[in-house]
RNA sequence: GGGUGCGUAGCUCAGGUGGAUAGAGCAACUGCCUUCUAAGCAGUCGGUCACAGGUUCGAGUCCUGUCGCACCCGCCA
């Protein structure tokens, strides 16, 4: 089905051609929402911009404009008003005739697109033997909405975990678990190391006292590299460890289960190649021992040209160098359209860099997109990087853990106060659903770009722009249903929908907007839009609820509101699922 | 020093391709529960869009400069 909006942009893009001729074929239609009610459903700002290259009045191009439409199939007749907007308002009518369609479909008339990619998601790519903290958070949640939604347009995406599992601190851990759990090496058994963050601290506390541990970690990082038995044994006991730990983190959020580990060390065999491959290029310059691509368009201190090294001096290799393996394998054997990196916007610059090398080696091309989609940090209330009191990073799994423990209490709370009984199985699973909703609204709800502070109080609020509030509105349909004894999924397909009362008509526009909503973020990858769509909808939802009996009215009214309350929980329930969220049926 | 980004209501934040009177939520204040969960709804209050110029019929949005803040800047990832 296509959208309103869609409709409008190709029905005013005629009007321009038969108006004013071919030469405005590819003129954008400049259609919009509306930027105030009063003034219709949608607007078209294209007759403001056309003066110039038409030379006639932008009213006199409105005119001609309207003229030449053809809408009224599902539009009232367009108007004109102030320097020469269009508005446009939609027919009831129409949109009753809509949300049939829509009612017996499970994608809500939202329709694939035409052309389906290979798309990769680079996320969440925590490091081995280092618990995951606040820093993974916003990687896993907005990596995991924008598969979600890229693949639930239909595209093919691939969730490929980058994960940190090579390089010097290797050595470090393996010299720890040869020195620590000796019997590591030679029993089968599962061993019991202990919490992992206490794992590596003690490592990384071994190598900064002693000298000789320290030697013992440079010699083990060059028999990994070397591919020596043991210590490759010792190597994949702790990223199995680690691996163990992040999946328990990945199952508490709720992140696709379809997270294939592709990490550092997979590259590894080809990183010589990558380097061989840039001198052949002619790209490769050698610079104090180190073998180096000199940048365009960055500089160091002095002004001079800045090298992205790609083999270090003593020969070994580092992390643009695996990225740079990692973006020629992606294309030439995962054949990738486009890979997304959900990564800090600290690194912008790395991402450029290895973008332009890339692109200078002739791997990415002009059919291929690297998107860096940078997101801000997460700071505590004072507005500074969120840490412990002690300064360091906040485990991820406490501060989930310390969500639901909030959100438990409220319920307890409310429960008490409403005299209402419920079983330890209901508190759980409304404070898991609740906690950890809160906890992914709160960052997908704030423009991804930009740092934004984490307050527990604010994204567990029952009211405002917050996952309970959307949650509740959810709720309040499935209570209608249990209070009425209706089965939605019984409701039948010639029900006569009828819009009547202004909360009625305005929520049946929104619930319809849904998919320009989709389409806009499969195109910007900013979530923060879907989550607007969804807050505004719980909000309209609310108004009519508050106004329209639904339960009491008469038919055919109380048929045609049950559909639309059921329509509208669909629609939550649908654009949560892409940002992540389950729903619950009470709470 | 160079680079990148940010600065919008008391607080937290939206503002799409430059477009109509700059929007939400929270907080504060005022109403609305014999009626599907009031976890709600209706309303009031609150703005020099950091500052100064410029481009434009039109600037929160584009350009230049200034101030403030954050992040990045050769062999860590």
Same mark, same amino acid.
């Given at each position: 089905?296509?959208?309103?909006?869609?409709?409008?942009?190709?029905?005013?893009?005629?009007?321009?051609?038969?108006a004013?001729?071919?030469?405005?074929?590819?003129?954008?239609?400049?259609?919009v929402p509306a930027s105030?009610?009063?003034?219709?459903?949608?607007?078209?700002?294209?007759?403001l911009?056309?003066?110039?290259k038409?030379?006639?009045a932008?009213?006199?191009?409105?005119e001609?404009?309207?003229?030449n439409?053809?809408v009224?199939?599902?539009?009232?007749? +367009?108007?004109?008003?102030?320097?020469g907007?269009?508005?446009? #308002?939609?027919?009831?009518t129409?949109?009753?005739?809509?949300?049939?369609t829509?009612?017996?479909?499970?994608?809500?008339?939202?329709?694939?697109?035409r052309?389906?990619q290979?798309?990769?998601?680079?996320?969440?790519?925590?490091?081995?033997?280092?618990e995951?903290?606040?820093?993974?958070l916003?990687s896993?949640?907005i990596?995991?909405?924008?598969?979600?939604?890229?693949?639930?347009v239909g595209?093919?995406?691939?969730?490929?975990?980058?994960?940190?599992?090579?390089g010097?601190? &290797?050595?470090?851990?393996? =010299?720890?678990?040869?020195? =620590?759990?000796?019997?590591?090496?030679?029993?089968?058994?599962?061993?019991?190391?202990?919490?992992?963050?206490?794992? %590596?601290?003690?490592?990384?506390?071994r190598f900064?006292?002693?000298?000789?541990?320290? !030697? /013992?970690?440079?010699?083990?990082?060059?028999?990994?590299? /070397?591919?020596?038995?043991e210590?490759?044994?010792?190597?994949?006991?702790?990223?199995?460890l680690?691996s163990?730990?992040?999946?328990k983190? %990945?199952?508490?959020?709720?992140l696709?289960?379809?997270i294939?580990?592709?990490?550092?060390? &997979?590259?590894?065999?080809?990183?010589?190649?990558?380097?061989?491959? @840039?001198?052949?290029?002619?790209?490769?310059?050698?610079?104090d021992?180190?073998k180096?691509?000199?940048?365009?368009? &960055?500089?160091?201190?002095?002004?001079?040209p800045?090298?992205?090294?790609?083999q270090?001096?003593?020969g070994?290799y580092? %992390?643009?160098?695996?990225?740079?393996?990692?973006i020629?394998?992606r294309?030439?054997?995962?054949?990738?359209?486009?890979v997304?990196y959900?990564?800090?916007?600290?690194q912008?610059?790395?991402?450029?860099?290895?973008?332009?090398?890339?692109?200078?080696?002739?791997?990415?091309?002009?059919?291929?997109?690297?998107?860096?989609?940078?997101?801000? @940090?997460?700071?505590? !209330?004072d507005?500074?990087?969120?840490?412990t009191?002690?300064g360091?990073?906040?485990?991820?799994?406490?501060?989930?853990?310390?969500a639901?423990?909030?959100?438990?209490?409220?319920l307890?709370?409310?429960?008490?106060?409403e005299?209402?009984?419920?079983t330890?199985?209901?508190?759980?699973?409304v404070?898991?659903?609740?906690?950890?909703s809160?906890?992914?609204y709160? *960052?997908?709800s704030?423009n991804?770009?930009s740092?934004?502070?984490?307050?527990?109080?604010?994204m567990?609020?029952?009211?405002?722009? #917050?996952? +309970?509030?959307?949650?509740?509105? %959810?709720?309040?349909?499935?209570?209608?249903?249990?209070?009425?004894?209706? *089965?939605? #999924?019984? @409701?039948?397909?010639?029900?006569?929908?009828?819009l009547?009362?202004?909360?009625?008509?305005?929520? /049946?526009?929104?619930?319809?907007?849904?998919?320009?909503?989709?389409?806009?973020v499969?195109?910007?990858?900013?979530?923060?839009?879907?989550?607007?769509?969804?807050?505004?909808?719980?909000?309209?939802?609310?108004?009519?609820y508050?106004?329209? +009996?639904?339960l009491?009215?008469?038919?055919?009214?109380?048929?045609?509101?049950?559909?639309?309350?059921?329509?509208?929980?669909?629609t939550?329930?649908?654009?949560?699922?892409?940002?992540?969220?389950?729903?619950?049926?009470r709470?």
């Amino acid at each position: 089905m296509q959208s309103l909006l869609e409709q409008l942009k190709k029905s005013v893009s005629e009007a321009l051609v038969s108006a004013f001729g071919t030469e405005l074929t590819s003129s954008a239609p400049l259609v919009v929402p509306a930027s105030n009610p009063k003034f219709g459903d949608y607007q078209s700002n294209v007759a403001l911009s056309l003066p110039k290259k038409l030379k006639i009045a932008p009213r006199s191009i409105a005119e001609k404009i309207v003229e030449n439409l053809k809408v009224d199939n599902f539009c009232e007749t +367009p108007t004109i008003a102030g320097p020469g907007f269009i508005n446009f #308002t939609i027919k009831p009518t129409y949109l009753a005739t809509q949300l049939t369609t829509i009612q017996t479909d499970n994608r809500l008339g939202i329709e694939p697109v035409r052309s389906p990619q290979r798309i990769i998601v680079d996320y969440p790519s925590p490091n081995v033997a280092k618990e995951m903290h606040v820093g993974h958070l916003r990687s896993a949640i907005i990596g995991d909405c924008l598969a979600r939604i890229l693949e639930f347009v239909g595209h093919d995406v691939l969730r490929i975990s980058h994960i940190g599992d090579w390089g010097t601190p &290797f050595g470090m851990l393996i =010299a720890y678990l040869k020195e =620590a759990y000796p019997e590591a090496l030679t029993t089968t058994e599962e061993l019991n190391l202990g919490e992992l963050s206490t794992f %590596y601290r003690q490592a990384k506390k071994r190598f900064d006292e002693d000298e000789n541990f320290r !030697e /013992a970690a440079r010699l083990s990082v060059v028999q990994l590299q /070397a591919g020596d038995r043991e210590t490759l044994l010792a190597w994949k006991i702790v990223c199995e460890l680690s691996s163990r730990s992040y999946q328990k983190i %990945y199952d508490l959020m709720g992140l696709s289960p379809e997270i294939e580990a592709r990490g550092e060390s &997979f590259y590894n065999p080809f990183l010589p190649e990558i380097v061989t491959e @840039l001198e052949k290029l002619g790209l490769l310059e050698e610079s104090d021992g180190a073998k180096c691509v000199f940048l365009e368009d &960055f500089t160091n201190r002095e002004g001079e040209p800045l090298p992205l090294i790609v083999q270090k001096s003593d020969g070994g290799y580092n %992390y643009a160098t695996t990225d740079l393996a990692a973006i020629r394998y992606r294309v030439n054997v995962d054949k990738v359209q486009q890979v997304i990196y959900p990564v800090g916007s600290e690194q912008r610059s790395h991402f450029a860099q290895i973008f332009q090398v890339g692109k200078r080696a002739g791997w990415i091309t002009e059919n291929h997109q690297f998107i860096h989609a940078y997101f801000g @940090l997460v700071l505590g !209330e004072d507005g500074t990087k969120l840490k412990t009191r002690s300064g360091e990073a906040i485990k991820l799994k406490e501060l989930l853990d310390k969500a639901i423990t909030l959100a438990r209490k409220d319920l307890e709370t409310r429960l008490q106060q409403e005299e209402r009984e419920e079983t330890e199985e209901f508190i759980d699973r409304v404070s898991q659903v609740v906690g950890i909703s809160a906890v992914k609204y709160a *960052d997908l709800s704030q423009n991804r770009t930009s740092d934004y502070k984490f307050s527990y109080q604010k994204m567990l609020a029952l009211q405002g722009n #917050t996952a +309970p509030y959307l949650l509740y509105a %959810y709720v309040r349909v499935q209570g209608i249903s249990r209070k009425g004894n209706i *089965d939605f #999924t019984k @409701l039948t397909t010639d029900t006569q929908i009828l819009l009547q009362e202004a909360t009625e008509i305005t929520l /049946a526009k929104h619930i319809l907007q849904l998919g320009e909503v989709i389409t806009e973020v499969e195109k910007d990858l900013l979530p923060n839009r879907l989550c607007q769509y969804l807050f505004e909808l719980s909000q309209k939802f609310n108004q009519f609820y508050d106004r329209c +009996p639904i339960l009491q009215a008469d038919e055919p009214s109380r048929t045609s509101r049950l559909v639309l309350a059921d329509l509208t929980a669909r629609t939550i329930k649908l654009g949560l699922s892409l940002l992540g969220i389950s729903v619950i049926e009470r709470m």
